[in-house]
Protein backbone atom coordinates (compact mmCIF):
# COMPACT_ATOMS: atom_id res chain seq x y z
CA UNK A 1 0.00 0.00 0.00
CA UNK A 2 1.49 3.24 -1.09
CA UNK A 3 1.00 5.49 1.97
CA UNK A 4 3.45 3.26 4.02
CA UNK A 5 5.64 2.22 1.21
CA UNK A 6 9.07 2.36 2.39
CA UNK A 7 8.60 1.28 6.03
CA UNK A 8 9.59 -2.38 6.97
CA UNK A 9 8.19 -4.46 9.78
CA UNK A 10 10.68 -4.80 12.61
CA UNK A 11 11.69 -8.65 13.56
CA UNK A 12 10.17 -10.52 15.60
CA UNK A 13 6.94 -9.37 13.84
CA UNK A 14 6.03 -10.26 10.83
CA UNK A 15 3.01 -9.80 8.78
CA UNK A 16 1.03 -12.56 7.60
CA UNK A 17 -2.70 -12.13 5.50
CA UNK A 18 -2.47 -8.63 6.47
CA UNK A 19 -1.86 -9.66 10.01
CA UNK A 20 0.72 -8.71 12.69
CA UNK A 21 2.42 -11.81 13.43
CA UNK A 22 5.46 -12.41 15.82
CA UNK A 23 7.66 -15.08 16.24
CA UNK A 24 8.35 -16.00 19.41
CA UNK A 25 12.13 -17.09 19.55
CA UNK A 26 12.42 -19.73 22.40
CA UNK A 27 9.88 -22.31 20.74
CA UNK A 28 10.03 -20.80 17.39
CA UNK A 29 6.12 -20.61 17.91
CA UNK A 30 3.67 -17.27 15.38
CA UNK A 31 1.56 -15.70 17.82
CA UNK A 32 -1.12 -13.77 16.65
CA UNK A 33 -0.68 -10.45 17.35
CA UNK A 34 -3.41 -8.04 15.85
CA UNK A 35 -5.84 -7.91 13.08
CA UNK A 36 -4.22 -4.65 11.68
CA UNK A 37 -0.52 -3.56 10.93
CA UNK A 38 0.19 0.10 12.62
CA UNK A 39 2.84 2.02 10.87
CA UNK A 40 3.96 5.14 12.12
CA UNK A 41 5.45 7.07 9.40
CA UNK A 42 6.11 11.01 10.78
CA UNK A 43 7.54 12.16 13.74
CA UNK A 44 6.22 15.88 15.04
CA UNK A 45 8.62 17.86 17.26
CA UNK A 46 6.87 20.55 19.26
CA UNK A 47 9.45 22.53 19.89
CA UNK A 48 8.18 25.01 22.12
CA UNK A 49 6.56 22.07 24.65
CA UNK A 50 9.18 20.07 23.85
CA UNK A 51 7.00 17.32 23.46
CA UNK A 52 6.58 14.92 20.38
CA UNK A 53 4.13 13.16 18.08
CA UNK A 54 3.85 10.65 15.76
CA UNK A 55 1.67 10.36 12.88
CA UNK A 56 -0.18 6.38 13.15
CA UNK A 57 -1.58 5.15 9.91
CA UNK A 58 -3.22 1.69 9.09
CA UNK A 59 -5.94 -0.18 7.14
CA UNK A 60 -8.96 -1.73 7.98
CA UNK A 61 -11.58 -2.89 5.44
CA UNK A 62 -9.68 -1.33 2.66
CA UNK A 63 -9.95 1.91 4.54
CA UNK A 64 -7.14 3.92 5.40
CA UNK A 65 -6.64 5.24 9.51
CA UNK A 66 -4.43 8.07 10.34
CA UNK A 67 -3.73 9.41 13.54
CA UNK A 68 -1.86 12.12 15.07
CA UNK A 69 -1.05 10.90 18.73
CA UNK A 70 1.27 11.93 21.58
CA UNK A 71 4.40 10.16 22.21
CA UNK A 72 3.12 8.26 25.41
CA UNK A 73 0.15 6.46 23.38
CA UNK A 74 2.72 4.08 21.78
CA UNK A 75 4.48 3.70 25.43
CA UNK A 76 2.18 2.84 27.61
CA UNK A 77 -0.42 -0.18 28.11
CA UNK A 78 -3.16 1.93 29.19
CA UNK A 79 -2.57 4.61 26.22
CA UNK A 80 -2.04 1.85 23.45
CA UNK A 81 -5.30 0.22 24.62
CA UNK A 82 -7.21 3.68 24.15
CA UNK A 83 -6.28 3.72 20.96
CA UNK A 84 -8.92 1.34 20.67
CA UNK A 85 -11.24 3.99 20.27
CA UNK A 86 -9.82 5.63 16.82
CA UNK A 87 -10.16 2.13 15.60
CA UNK A 88 -7.20 0.03 15.97
CA UNK A 89 -7.43 -3.66 17.25
CA UNK A 90 -5.43 -2.96 20.53
CA UNK A 91 -6.50 -4.59 23.69
CA UNK A 92 -5.52 -5.42 26.82
CA UNK A 93 -3.94 -8.98 25.57
CA UNK A 94 -1.55 -7.43 22.77
CA UNK A 95 -0.96 -3.76 24.08
CA UNK A 96 2.74 -5.67 25.88
CA UNK A 97 3.52 -6.58 21.96
CA UNK A 98 2.22 -3.37 19.94
CA UNK A 99 4.83 -1.46 22.47
CA UNK A 100 7.33 -3.61 21.73
CA UNK A 101 6.51 -3.66 18.13
CA UNK A 102 6.31 0.31 17.90
CA UNK A 103 9.91 0.81 20.05
CA UNK A 104 11.71 -1.74 17.31
CA UNK A 105 9.41 -0.27 14.22
CA UNK A 106 10.96 3.67 15.72
CA UNK A 107 14.43 1.84 15.73
CA UNK A 108 14.35 -0.14 12.34
CA UNK A 109 12.75 3.06 10.54
CA UNK A 110 14.36 6.17 10.66
CA UNK A 111 11.71 8.80 10.47
CA UNK A 112 12.07 12.20 9.23
CA UNK A 113 10.89 14.83 12.01
CA UNK A 114 8.71 17.99 11.06
CA UNK A 115 8.43 20.81 13.24
CA UNK A 116 5.02 21.17 14.74
CA UNK A 117 3.24 24.57 16.88
CA UNK A 118 -0.03 23.96 18.22
CA UNK A 119 -0.86 27.36 17.89
CA UNK A 120 -1.00 30.10 14.87
CA UNK A 121 0.54 33.61 14.78
CA UNK A 122 3.83 34.16 16.20
CA UNK A 123 6.60 31.09 16.95
CA UNK A 124 9.99 32.74 17.74
CA UNK A 125 10.01 35.64 14.47
CA UNK A 126 8.14 33.20 12.14
CA UNK A 127 4.43 33.89 11.21
CA UNK A 128 1.96 31.15 11.41
CA UNK A 129 -0.84 31.22 8.90
CA UNK A 130 -2.84 28.27 7.54
CA UNK A 131 -2.24 29.47 4.23
CA UNK A 132 1.59 30.63 4.42
CA UNK A 133 4.03 28.16 3.18
CA UNK A 134 6.25 27.06 6.58
CA UNK A 135 8.29 24.64 7.35
CA UNK A 136 5.53 24.33 10.47
CA UNK A 137 2.45 22.09 10.80
CA UNK A 138 0.16 23.27 13.04
CA UNK A 139 -1.54 21.29 14.90
CA UNK A 140 -4.68 22.33 16.30
CA UNK A 141 -4.64 20.41 20.55
CA UNK A 142 -8.78 20.32 20.11
CA UNK A 143 -11.86 20.37 18.51
CA UNK A 144 -12.67 24.35 18.98
CA UNK A 145 -9.43 25.30 17.81
CA UNK A 146 -9.82 22.67 14.53
CA UNK A 147 -12.93 24.95 14.06
CA UNK A 148 -10.99 28.14 14.16
CA UNK A 149 -8.41 27.01 12.02
CA UNK A 150 -10.65 25.40 9.16
CA UNK A 151 -12.30 28.99 9.67
CA UNK A 152 -9.09 30.68 8.69
CA UNK A 153 -9.59 30.70 4.48
CA UNK A 154 -9.90 32.46 1.75
CA UNK A 155 -12.82 33.19 -0.68
CA UNK A 156 -13.01 35.70 -3.50
CA UNK A 157 -10.09 38.57 -3.72
CA UNK A 158 -9.07 41.28 -1.54
CA UNK A 159 -10.65 43.92 -4.26
CA UNK A 160 -14.21 42.08 -3.78
CA UNK A 161 -14.18 42.03 -0.09
CA UNK A 162 -13.17 45.97 -0.52
CA UNK A 163 -15.84 46.75 -2.43
CA UNK A 164 -18.86 44.39 -1.09
CA UNK A 165 -18.05 44.10 2.48
CA UNK A 166 -15.90 47.54 3.80
CA UNK A 167 -17.17 50.19 1.29
CA UNK A 168 -20.43 49.58 2.42
CA UNK A 169 -19.31 50.83 5.66
CA UNK A 170 -17.19 54.07 5.06
CA UNK A 171 -19.84 55.96 6.34
CA UNK A 172 -19.94 54.76 9.86
CA UNK A 173 -16.82 55.08 12.05
CA UNK A 174 -18.11 52.78 15.25
CA UNK A 175 -18.02 50.48 12.60
CA UNK A 176 -14.38 51.14 10.28
CA UNK A 177 -12.48 50.89 14.56
CA UNK A 178 -13.44 47.06 15.53
CA UNK A 179 -12.28 46.47 11.43
CA UNK A 180 -9.16 48.08 11.78
CA UNK A 181 -8.58 46.28 15.38
CA UNK A 182 -9.26 43.21 13.63
CA UNK A 183 -5.96 43.90 11.22
CA UNK A 184 -4.19 45.53 14.05
CA UNK A 185 -4.16 42.51 16.35
CA UNK A 186 -1.53 40.93 14.01
CA UNK A 187 0.70 43.59 14.69
CA UNK A 188 0.11 43.85 18.73
CA UNK A 189 3.75 41.15 18.79
CA UNK A 190 5.47 43.61 17.30
CA UNK A 191 4.82 46.83 19.05
CA UNK A 192 5.24 44.70 22.32
CA UNK A 193 1.39 46.02 23.41
CA UNK A 194 -0.59 44.19 25.79
CA UNK A 195 -3.96 42.61 24.78
CA UNK A 196 -7.13 44.84 24.22
CA UNK A 197 -10.55 44.51 24.13
CA UNK A 198 -12.53 46.18 21.92
CA UNK A 199 -16.34 46.70 22.64
CA UNK A 200 -19.34 47.07 20.33
CA UNK A 201 -22.25 47.64 22.60
CA UNK A 202 -25.62 49.17 21.47
CA UNK A 203 -29.36 48.03 21.34
CA UNK A 204 -30.59 45.15 20.27
CA UNK A 205 -30.60 44.80 16.07
CA UNK A 206 -28.40 47.49 15.73
CA UNK A 207 -25.54 45.84 13.49
CA UNK A 208 -23.38 44.74 16.24
CA UNK A 209 -23.14 40.93 15.35
CA UNK A 210 -22.95 41.98 11.63
CA UNK A 211 -20.15 44.52 11.83
CA UNK A 212 -18.60 41.22 13.69
CA UNK A 213 -18.86 39.35 11.37
CA UNK A 214 -17.01 42.33 8.75
CA UNK A 215 -13.82 41.95 11.72
CA UNK A 216 -13.96 38.20 11.33
CA UNK A 217 -14.34 38.54 7.77
CA UNK A 218 -10.49 40.09 7.26
CA UNK A 219 -9.36 36.56 8.13
CA UNK A 220 -11.60 34.03 7.31
CA UNK A 221 -14.86 33.01 7.29
CA UNK A 222 -17.19 34.27 10.30
CA UNK A 223 -19.63 31.92 10.43
CA UNK A 224 -16.62 29.40 11.73
CA UNK A 225 -14.44 32.05 13.50
CA UNK A 226 -17.34 33.87 15.71
CA UNK A 227 -18.81 31.97 18.55
CA UNK A 228 -20.74 32.85 21.13
CA UNK A 229 -20.65 29.70 22.99
CA UNK A 230 -17.46 30.09 25.29
CA UNK A 231 -18.91 30.29 28.70
CA UNK A 232 -15.96 29.48 30.57
CA UNK A 233 -12.71 31.11 31.16
CA UNK A 234 -10.60 28.35 30.24
CA UNK A 235 -12.51 28.18 26.58
CA UNK A 236 -10.90 31.61 26.46
CA UNK A 237 -7.78 30.96 27.15
CA UNK A 238 -7.42 28.28 24.79
CA UNK A 239 -8.69 29.94 21.89
CA UNK A 240 -7.07 33.05 22.78
CA UNK A 241 -3.68 31.33 22.85
CA UNK A 242 -4.08 29.10 19.80
CA UNK A 243 -5.22 31.91 17.65
CA UNK A 244 -2.41 34.14 19.28
CA UNK A 245 -2.11 36.86 16.64
CA UNK A 246 -5.52 36.41 15.31
CA UNK A 247 -8.13 38.80 16.96
CA UNK A 248 -10.84 36.81 19.58
CA UNK A 249 -14.19 37.33 18.19
CA UNK A 250 -17.12 36.90 20.46
CA UNK A 251 -20.48 37.70 19.75
CA UNK A 252 -22.94 38.54 22.71
CA UNK A 253 -20.29 38.06 25.29
CA UNK A 254 -21.84 40.27 28.33
CA UNK A 255 -25.44 38.65 27.98
CA UNK A 256 -23.72 35.15 27.78
CA UNK A 257 -21.32 35.14 31.09
CA UNK A 258 -22.25 36.79 34.79
CA UNK A 259 -20.65 39.65 36.12
CA UNK A 260 -18.11 38.12 38.03
CA UNK A 261 -17.43 35.56 35.17
CA UNK A 262 -17.38 38.56 32.77
CA UNK A 263 -14.76 40.61 34.98
CA UNK A 264 -12.35 37.90 35.16
CA UNK A 265 -12.44 37.17 31.18
CA UNK A 266 -11.59 41.06 30.83
CA UNK A 267 -8.46 41.12 33.38
CA UNK A 268 -7.36 37.09 32.05
CA UNK A 269 -7.28 38.04 28.29
CA UNK A 270 -5.79 41.46 29.57
CA UNK A 271 -3.40 40.00 31.11
CA UNK A 272 -2.03 38.10 27.66
CA UNK A 273 -1.22 34.45 29.17
CA UNK A 274 -3.49 31.49 30.69
CA UNK A 275 -2.70 29.31 33.75
CA UNK A 276 -0.37 26.87 32.86
CA UNK A 277 -2.15 23.67 32.34
CA UNK A 278 -1.16 19.80 31.85
CA UNK A 279 -3.40 18.67 29.05
CA UNK A 280 -4.35 14.96 28.66
CA UNK A 281 -1.46 14.04 26.33
CA UNK A 282 1.29 15.25 29.10
CA UNK A 283 2.33 18.52 27.33
CA UNK A 284 3.15 21.41 29.07
CA UNK A 285 3.25 25.07 28.21
CA UNK A 286 2.01 28.47 29.13
CA UNK A 287 -0.62 29.60 27.16
CA UNK A 288 -0.14 33.14 25.89
CA UNK A 289 -1.50 35.67 23.16
CA UNK A 290 -0.94 39.45 21.94
CA UNK A 291 -4.22 40.47 20.57
CA UNK A 292 -7.16 41.96 20.15
CA UNK A 293 -10.64 40.62 21.90
CA UNK A 294 -13.86 42.53 19.97
CA UNK A 295 -16.85 41.78 21.96
CA UNK A 296 -20.56 42.83 21.39
CA UNK A 297 -23.13 43.17 23.97
CA UNK A 298 -26.46 45.26 24.70
CA UNK A 299 -24.46 46.71 27.50
CA UNK A 300 -20.59 48.64 27.72
CA UNK A 301 -18.46 46.03 29.41
CA UNK A 302 -17.25 48.36 30.92
CA UNK A 303 -20.11 48.37 33.56
CA UNK A 304 -19.42 44.93 34.55
CA UNK A 305 -15.73 45.82 35.64
CA UNK A 306 -15.04 47.44 38.49
CA UNK A 307 -11.60 46.93 38.27
CA UNK A 308 -9.56 50.22 37.20
CA UNK A 309 -6.50 47.58 35.55
CA UNK A 310 -8.89 45.66 33.61
CA UNK A 311 -10.61 48.78 32.47
CA UNK A 312 -7.39 50.10 31.28
CA UNK A 313 -7.53 47.73 28.84
CA UNK A 314 -10.93 47.97 27.22
CA UNK A 315 -11.79 50.74 24.23
CA UNK A 316 -15.31 50.82 24.28
CA UNK A 317 -17.82 51.41 21.21
CA UNK A 318 -21.39 52.47 22.66
CA UNK A 319 -24.36 53.31 21.45
CA UNK A 320 -23.75 51.69 18.58
CA UNK A 321 -25.51 52.25 15.49
CA UNK A 322 -26.16 52.46 11.42
CA UNK A 323 -27.95 55.42 10.06
CA UNK A 324 -31.00 55.32 7.32
CA UNK A 325 -29.82 51.59 6.61
CA UNK A 326 -32.42 49.79 5.19
CA UNK A 327 -33.29 46.00 5.52
CA UNK A 328 -31.46 44.99 2.25
CA UNK A 329 -28.25 46.94 2.94
CA UNK A 330 -27.66 44.22 6.36
CA UNK A 331 -29.33 41.17 4.13
CA UNK A 332 -26.55 42.17 1.76
CA UNK A 333 -23.88 42.57 3.93
CA UNK A 334 -24.92 39.76 5.87
CA UNK A 335 -24.44 37.73 2.92
CA UNK A 336 -21.54 39.02 1.55
CA UNK A 337 -19.33 38.63 4.51
CA UNK A 338 -20.07 34.76 4.09
CA UNK A 339 -18.69 35.61 0.12
CA UNK A 340 -15.70 37.31 0.99
CA UNK A 341 -13.16 36.77 3.23
CA UNK A 342 -9.76 35.99 4.51
CA UNK A 343 -7.78 37.25 0.81
CA UNK A 344 -7.64 40.71 2.98
CA UNK A 345 -5.69 39.73 5.50
CA UNK A 346 -3.78 37.02 4.07
CA UNK A 347 -2.68 40.20 1.71
CA UNK A 348 -2.00 42.14 4.64
CA UNK A 349 0.61 40.12 6.58
CA UNK A 350 2.35 39.68 3.16
CA UNK A 351 2.51 43.23 2.89
CA UNK A 352 3.44 44.03 6.44
CA UNK A 353 6.45 41.07 6.16
CA UNK A 354 7.73 42.50 3.13
CA UNK A 355 7.74 46.13 3.87
CA UNK A 356 8.84 45.42 7.75
CA UNK A 357 10.41 42.12 8.16
CA UNK A 358 10.81 38.74 7.43
CA UNK A 359 8.22 36.38 7.81
N1 LIG B 1 -28.20 36.98 8.00
C1 LIG B 1 -28.95 38.09 7.91
N2 LIG B 1 -29.65 38.36 6.80
C2 LIG B 1 -30.40 39.47 6.70
N3 LIG B 1 -30.50 40.39 7.65
C3 LIG B 1 -29.82 40.17 8.78
C4 LIG B 1 -29.02 39.01 8.99
N4 LIG B 1 -28.48 39.08 10.22
C5 LIG B 1 -28.92 40.22 10.75
N5 LIG B 1 -29.75 40.88 9.90
C6 LIG B 1 -30.41 42.16 10.15
O1 LIG B 1 -29.42 43.14 10.34
C7 LIG B 1 -29.77 44.04 11.35
C8 LIG B 1 -28.68 44.06 12.39
O2 LIG B 1 -28.62 42.77 13.01
P1 LIG B 1 -27.43 42.33 13.95
O3 LIG B 1 -26.14 42.68 13.31
O4 LIG B 1 -27.66 40.94 14.32
O5 LIG B 1 -27.68 43.30 15.20
P2 LIG B 1 -27.27 43.13 16.72
O6 LIG B 1 -26.17 42.17 16.81
O7 LIG B 1 -26.88 44.52 17.10
O8 LIG B 1 -28.50 42.68 17.44
C9 LIG B 1 -31.11 43.58 11.89
O9 LIG B 1 -32.11 44.36 11.27
C10 LIG B 1 -31.19 42.14 11.44
O10 LIG B 1 -32.53 41.79 11.21
MG1 LIG C 1 -26.01 40.43 17.93
Redesign the pocket.
Known sequence: MKEVEGFGIPSPFFMKDNKLMRLNEKDNEEEFISRQIPYVTKCFDDIEKNNVQYELKWFNDGKVYSEVVPAIALATKREVIALANKGLSSNDRNARHLIEYFDLFLEKNKLKRSVVVSHLGYVGNHFIHPLIESKFRIVPPDEGEIQRLKAIKCSGTVEDWITNVLEPLYDNPKALFPIMASFASVLFKEFDLSPIIVDIS?I????????QKVCASVWGKPSGYISSMLTTKVAIERIASFLNAFPLILDDTNTAHDKKALQQIIYLFGNGTGKMRGSLDGSRGTSSWQSVFIT?GENNILEYTNSQGSAARVIPITN?KFINKT?DY??LL??NVELYYGSIGLEFIKRWGESFRAI
Do not use: D
Open positions: GSSSGKTTVTFAFTNQ
